[in-house]
Structures are given as C-alpha cells and as structure tokens.
C-alpha cells in the first residue's frame, strides 16, 4: 500500500478545506454533503454521539450558527492508498479559553467524492502551545 501519495494527500486538503469553511458559515447544505449518506457513519461530537447520516443532518440542522469561529493548527492528513484518508486538526475558540479542541475525519473515496464516513470531536485543557 502507498501512503502519502502526494495528489490524494492534496484532494483530501481540499475536501477538509472546503469542510472547514463550510463549518465556521454554518454552510449546513456543503456540510450534509461532505457526509456520507449511510446509517454506519458516525459523528461524536463535543456533546453528542450521532449514529447514522439522519441524525448528523437532523444535529446540524438544528444547530445554532452561533460561535462557530474558530482557528486550526497542526491539521495533519494521512492517506492510505488512493481511497482512504485520515484528517486530524486541533482548533481554538475565543469561547473556550484554557482549553483546545481535537477533531479527527476519516474520509473515503466514493463515486460522488471524499466524504466523511466517522468523526470525532473533543475538547480538552490545553496544557500549551498544542503539543502532545
């Protein structure tokens, strides 16, 4: 298997890129459409656990796009052949002072495109300068 492989590392760049704008405008359309739409993926969220593609649409729906504005640091995106990928960033709120957000995406090619089959969001304290 090749890991790395510079064009797949740069396609799932710009799916996480395009997510993460989607994400701070409560671009909830592109955001729906970056999942895939299957009841196996998964979303656990800061307070929620999401099981199927309904119930990360019905969450994002309802979501407020309050506060949403954040910075990210030290996105790291690992690709494993030409269809699998993982995404990893960690991310600051001025809302959240003292503490550092974890997000990680695991992407898949499919026929339509990248998309997110898991997520996982977390917040912890922030020992510092990101490091771990």
């Not at 990893?88 to 998309?115: A, N």
């Not at 996982?120 to 300068?129: E, I, K």
Request: aromatic share 10%; hydrophobic share 40%; glycine share 8%.
């Amino acid at each position: 298997m090749q890991i790395d492989l510079p064009d797949v590392v740069a396609e799932v760049r710009d799916a996480f890129e395009r997510y993460e704008k989607a994400l701070v405008s409560n671009d909830v359309e592109t955001l729906d459409a970056m999942f895939h739409d299957d009841p196996c993926t998964i979303r656990y969220g800061v307070g929620e656990n999401l099981y199927g593609f309904a119930a990360i649409k019905a969450f994002r729906a309802a979501r407020s796009p309050a506060g949403l504005a954040r910075s990210i640091e030290k996105t790291a995106i690992t690709a494993y052949g030409r269809d699998f990928a993982v995404a990893s960033t960690l991310f600051r709120r001025s809302s959240m002072p003292g503490k550092i957000g974890r997000q990680m995406q695991t992407w898949v090619r499919f026929d339509e495109g990248w998309r997110v089959v898991a997520a996982h969001v977390s917040v912890v304290n922030d020992s510092g300068g990101g490091a771990s």
